[in-house]
C-alpha cells in the first residue's frame, strides 16, 4: 500500500510540474478564461460592451481558421510535390547540380526526405527545383 502512496505522490509531483511549464501558444479555451476574467472583475456600474467581448471572439475564431488553413495548405503542397514527383519516374530529366552543372538521367525512384519528395536519377536524389527539363523515356 505504501508503494502506491509513493507512486501517487510521484506522479502528482509530476503533473505539478508540466502545470507550471508556461504554455507558448494560446487556444481558445485560454481565450475564454481570460473572458470570463474579465467578466468577474469588471466594475459593476460600468460593464464593458458586449461588442468589445463579441469583436475580440471573432478576431480570435478568425485567427484560429487562419492557422488551420495554412496548416491545411502546408500539407496540400506536400501531397502535390509527392504527386509531381512520382509523374517524373521513367522519364528523362535534366538536373541542375552545382552553378552551371547539368546532370542528365532517367528518373528511377522517388525519395522521401523528411517529407519533401527528392528524385533519384543515376543514383543521387535531387529536389523537384533542380529539374529543368523533362523528357518521355524512350522505349
Not at 494560446?26 to 481570460?34: A, G, T
Request: zero cysteines.
Amino acid at each position: 500500500m505504501s508503494v502506491s502512496a509513493i507512486s501517487s505522490a510521484t506522479s502528482s509531483a509530476a503533473s505539478d510540474t508540466a502545470a507550471r511549464v508556461p504554455q507558448k501558444v494560446l487556444d481558445q479555451d485560454d481565450f475564454l478564461k481570460l473572458l470570463m476574467t474579465q467578466f468577474t472583475s469588471q466594475d459593476p456600474m460600468e460593464p464593458m460592451k458586449d461588442t468589445a467581448f463579441i469583436a475580440q471572439m471573432a478576431q480570435f475564431t478568425a485567427l484560429e481558421q487562419s492557422k488551420s488553413m495554412t496548416a491545411d495548405i502546408a500539407a496540400l503542397r506536400e501531397q502535390q510535390q509527392i504527386l509531381q514527383a512520382n509523374g517524373m519516374l521513367g522519364r528523362n530529366v535534366v538536373v541542375q547540380v552545382d552553378g552551371g552543372l547539368v546532370a542528365q538521367g532517367t528518373v528511377t525512384a522517388v525519395q522521401l526526405e523528411a517529407g519533401t519528395p527528392k528524385l533519384v536519377v543515376n543514383g543521387q536524389a535531387y529536389e523537384l527545383g533542380q529539374v529543368l527539363n523533362i523528357t518521355p523515356a524512350i522505349n
